[in-house]
């Protein structure tokens, strides 16, 4: 599985963006989906994942009520809505993918797109 994410940017606090991650490969219905993010100095951090059919969907403490991570199987595409951003989510948003039960440990994900940046800032 190939993925690109994409969707990145700069917005000011409590703006919105939506960050899209595009798959390649025949099965990708079959794979559980996730974003993670790496800030400047931290290790990289689970944010959010989803099962295929949607029937197991988690997300960390710190974006509960304000993310939502969704998926369009049939254009192989996981997205991210991040609404109310604050400055600390500012960081490199990376989609991964993996087969079979849901996780949310990185080590965990073999599959990885290549990152884009999100910076929240007045």
């Known amino acids: 599985v190939q993925l690109q994410a994409s969707g990145g940017g700069s917005v000011q606090p409590g703006g919105s963006l939506r960050l899209s991650c595009a798959a390649s490969?025949?099965?990708?219905?079959?794979?559980?989906m996730a974003w993670f993010r790496q800030s400047p100095g931290k290790e990289r951090e689970f944010v959010a994942a989803?099962?295929?059919?949607?029937?197991?969907?988690g997300y960390a403490d710190s974006v509960k009520g304000r993310f939502s991570i969704s998926r369009d199987n049939a254009q192989n595409t996981v997205y991210l809505q991040m609404n109310s951003l604050k400055p600390e989510d500012t960081a490199v948003y990376y989609c991964?993918?993996?087969?079979?039960?849901?996780?949310?440990?990185?080590?965990?994900?073999?599959?990885w797109g290549q990152g884009t940046l999100v910076t929240v800032s007045s």
């Open positions: 490969g025949r099965t990708f219905s079959s794979y559980i």
């Open positions: 991964a993918a993996k087969e079979g039960s849901y996780q949310t440990n990185q080590y965990r994900y073999p599959y």
């Open positions: 989803r099962t295929w059919n949607g029937r197991t969907t």
